[in-house]
């Protein structure tokens, strides 16, 4: 039988767990209020990250003492998705892009300080 976690890492993986979730909450609220397709990827990737970030962390604290070694195997899990969520949003993008190409939609041009095309 293993000795007891102390309280401080119980309340670090609880305030990281805490945090993870209502990052993943926040995102999915931002689904739920904007209104086109390319407003609404944003949300719920970024929420994703930073809660699969942090529910990462609260493993990775709460294992370490439980098994009194350094366990960064749980790291993976937060390293393939923060290589594979900017592909996957990309891969999206493009296919709602082309799909409203076909269709005739008007596709909202990026603002911000990039030039307008040459013509």
């Excluded at 290589?83 to 008007?106: N, S």
């Amino acid at each position: 039988m293993s000795a007891p976690t102390p309280p401080w890492v119980d309340a670090v993986t609880g305030l990281l767990a805490a945090l993870g979730a209502l990052a993943a909450l926040i995102g999915s609220f931002g689904v739920l209020r904007l209104r086109s397709f390319f407003q609404r990827v944003h949300a719920p990737t970024l929420g994703a990250t930073l809660g699969t970030w942090s529910l990462t962390l609260a493993t990775v604290v709460q294992a370490s003492f439980e098994h009194r070694q350094l366990y960064v195997h749980a790291l993976l899990i937060a390293v393939f998705i923060a290589l594979t969520g900017p592909v996957t949003t990309v891969f999206l993008m493009r296919a709602a892009v082309f799909r409203g190409r076909l269709r005739g939609t008007e596709i909202p041009v990026p603002t911000g300080d990039t030039p307008p095309p040459a013509e």
